[in-house]
């Protein structure tokens, strides 16, 4: 079937769905539904609806459907030496451009790059009354609807079924060592704070279980000058370690407690709660694995400035992110209604009344 047979037949699908008052729960390639809140919706199967449509490796854009699996443009890039910066996870073989869009997460280099959605420069979508709409464009200074666009990043699928989608992506870096050392968690996060304001070449940094890591990357003379200025020693396979923290593939994840992802400022001091902890992203994403009730964890993180969401291994029934404040419900609720005005997609997904 060709894709505009496909993307007809998805909006057939949304405007029938409409006119009968179902709602949808839309499903690429599965990988990471276990996120968010539990969906109690119709499915609606938009896998496939792939392919890369237009790339250009002279131009930094890859312009693709929603449904291709993410393993696909990486790979394509990769033969052109080049990639998605935000270091996006897979979690999963299915993993699909839309599902990485929507969830919005992004990898080990995030806080050295940029996040997924400081990449996306336009997207194409279905409304909840079933009508596309085009956002933004091609390239970063074409600011028409790019907030939109953005917007659509981390939303979980609740304002619309993302169609088409416009990255920038970057050259890959020519060189690449990781560093270690063991080290007390408070000088870990003292130390990685730090790093975030020194003109060095680290684009990954974290703590785990008393060991310090360091992923420096770029031109072989910026990695070899900032090997002299960093404190560790050499890591064989390096780029396996920061693929498995990504997948979530360490040792640390295997556990079947609650997994929280605690957002931070990076020096902020270890946090009084019981449990394991993972730090990522130079401090300012933590992972806590820990049975400790949900109110305390999310009490305690807020009063250091910071937010919690319930990331796997929980009741995905009740609050998974952290609740917001009621002008903010209020917001989100304005926008979720301009664009689902019927509550179409993903009912739920985030929050019990979106």
Same mark, same amino acid.
């Given at each position: 079937?060709?894709?505009?047979?496909?993307?007809?037949?998805?909006?057939?699908?949304?405007?029938?769905?409409?006119?009968?008052?179902?709602?949808?729960?839309?499903?690429?390639?599965?990988?990471?539904?276990?996120?968010?809140?539990?969906? *109690?919706?119709?499915?609606?199967? &938009?896998?496939? *609806? +792939?392919?890369?449509?237009?790339?250009?490796? #002279?131009?930094?854009?890859?312009?693709?459907?929603?449904?291709?699996?993410?393993?696909?443009?990486?790979?394509?890039?990769?033969?052109?030496?080049?990639?998605?910066?935000?270091?996006?996870? *897979?979690?999963?073989? %299915?993993? %699909?451009?839309?599902?990485?869009?929507?969830?919005?997460?992004?990898?080990? @280099? #995030?806080?050295?790059?940029?996040?997924? #959605?400081?990449?996306?420069?336009?997207?194409?979508?279905?409304?909840?009354?079933?009508?596309? =709409?085009?956002?933004?464009?091609?390239?970063? !200074?074409? &600011?028409?609807?790019?907030?939109?666009?953005?917007?659509?990043?981390?939303?979980?699928?609740?304002?619309?079924?993302?169609?088409?989608?416009?990255?920038?992506?970057?050259?890959?870096?020519?060189?690449?060592?990781?560093?270690?050392?063991?080290?007390?968690?408070?000088?870990?996060?003292?130390?990685?704070?730090?790093?975030?304001?020194?003109?060095?070449?680290?684009?990954?940094?974290?703590?785990?279980?008393?060991? +310090?890591? =360091?992923?420096?990357?770029?031109?072989?003379?910026?990695?070899?000058?900032?090997?002299? @200025?960093?404190?560790?020693?050499?890591?064989?396979?390096?780029?396996?370690?920061?693929? #498995?923290?990504?997948?979530?593939?360490?040792?640390?994840?295997?556990?079947? !407690?609650?997994?929280?992802? &605690?957002?931070?400022?990076?020096?902020?001091?270890?946090?009084?709660?019981?449990?394991?902890?993972?730090?990522?992203?130079?401090?300012?994403?933590?992972?806590? +694995?820990?049975?400790?009730?949900?109110? %305390?964890?999310?009490?305690?993180?807020?009063?250091?400035?910071? *937010?919690?969401?319930?990331?796997?291994?929980?009741?995905?029934?009740?609050? &998974?992110?952290?609740?917001?404040?009621?002008?903010?419900?209020?917001?989100?609720?304005?926008?979720?209604?301009?664009?689902?005005?019927? +509550?179409?997609?993903?009912?739920?997904? =985030?929050?019990?009344?979106?």
């Amino acid at each position: 079937m060709a894709n505009q047979s496909i993307s007809e037949l998805l909006q057939s699908q949304v405007q029938q769905a409409g006119k009968t008052g179902r709602q949808l729960n839309i499903i690429g390639g599965g990988s990471k539904s276990f996120l968010g809140r539990q969906c *109690h919706a119709e499915a609606l199967d &938009v896998s496939k *609806h +792939s392919g890369i449509i237009e790339y250009d490796p #002279r131009e930094l854009v890859i312009t693709a459907r929603a449904g291709t699996p993410l393993h696909e443009i990486e790979q394509t890039l990769a033969d052109n030496k080049q990639m998605l910066a935000f270091e996006p996870p *897979h979690f999963g073989k %299915t993993a %699909t451009l839309g599902g990485t869009i929507a969830t919005g997460l992004s990898g080990p @280099r #995030r806080p050295y790059t940029g996040s997924a #959605r400081d990449f996306v420069l336009g997207c194409k979508l279905l409304n909840g009354k079933g009508e596309i =709409m085009q956002f933004g464009g091609q390239v970063m !200074k074409n &600011v028409a609807g790019y907030d939109v666009s953005r917007l659509m990043t981390g939303a979980y699928g609740t304002l619309g079924l993302i169609l088409e989608l416009s990255l920038k992506v970057l050259p890959r870096p020519a060189a690449t060592v990781t560093l270690f050392n063991e080290c007390s968690e408070a000088n870990a996060i003292e130390f990685m704070s730090g790093l975030l304001s020194k003109a060095l070449a680290v684009d990954a940094a974290c703590y785990y279980k008393g060991q +310090s890591y =360091m992923r420096i990357s770029g031109s072989q003379q910026s990695v070899i000058e900032a090997q002299k @200025r960093l404190p560790g020693e050499s890591m064989t396979e390096s780029s396996h370690f920061w693929q #498995r923290l990504r997948e979530h593939e360490l040792s640390f994840f295997n556990s079947n !407690k609650p997994l929280w992802r &605690v957002m931070v400022k990076p020096a902020t001091a270890a946090l009084p709660i019981d449990g394991e902890w993972l730090l990522d992203w130079g401090g300012s994403q933590r992972w806590l +694995s820990s049975d400790a009730d949900a109110s %305390t964890i999310r009490d305690v993180v807020q009063q250091h400035g910071g *937010h919690a969401s319930l990331f796997r291994n929980g009741d995905r029934n009740s609050d &998974v992110f952290q609740p917001l404040p009621k002008p903010m419900q209020m917001l989100q609720q304005r926008i979720k209604t301009s664009f689902d005005p019927n +509550s179409l997609f993903n009912p739920g997904r =985030m929050y019990a009344e979106i």
